[in-house]
């Protein structure tokens, strides 16, 4: 990859030092951005903003709810009085497996309020930042589940819906302003959920519920998460200036290729 393709850029991320968020925060610096992360686990966004910065101060660590508005648009406002931003990766969600009967309106109500909720008050607290300063660059975290039926995972495939259409909803509104959004929608990721996932499910057959997991995508294995954060690069850079209002599927042909599909856990 070319490097230099974020220098000189501020870029938000949040859920940012974890993950495939963990992933694209580190890809932003070596592209050259200043990354502030926003997570509810301030003690792990700080070791890990303290590992990329080393010199340079160049990850900065924010404890922040995305759930919360009014927090949300304290901790952005104070960043955006301190910089101009000209990035925000809305990554920051959460998982649930079950269909309707076994989804309880607390459950719904917790998605909800991260996975859609989160992703409208970060947008929301940046976007006069963005008209005032001619444009910027959106870029939200669905999923396959925002396209395609998968067995159990009713709540999280509406949550999913929902950032798509906001994805569709804010690159129309704006165009006119030089706001680019964009969407990512990965396939399963290994990441350190799915390890986590396996060692409490399935602790005497772990790696063969993982080769099982893998044999879902129909390319036969996850997609790592520094592949997905590549694409976020490239989308968020100048040389994606003339994309906005698309989803980028990264799904190992699960999408396309839906007779290779197992059910998933």
Known sequence: MTQGRLLGKTAIVTGGSSGIGAAITKQFVRQGAIVHVLDIDLDGAQTFAASLSEEKKVCHAHACDVSNHNLVKKIIGKIISNAQVDILVNNAGIGFIGNIENTKEQDLDRLYAVNVKGVFNCIAAITPHFKSNGGGVILNMASVAATMGIPDRFAYSMTKGAVLTMTYAMAVDYVDDGIRCNCISPARVHTPFVDAYLDKNFPDTKEEEFAR????????????????????????????????????????????????INRPS
């Open 213 to 260: 997991l893998c044999q879902t995508q129909p390319i036969g294995r996850m997609a790592k998460p520094k592949e997905i954060a590549d694409l976020a690069v490239y989308l968020c850079s100048d040389e994606a200036a003339f994309i906005t209002g698309t989803d980028y599927p990264i799904d190992g042909g699960f999408l396309k290729l839906p007779h290779k």
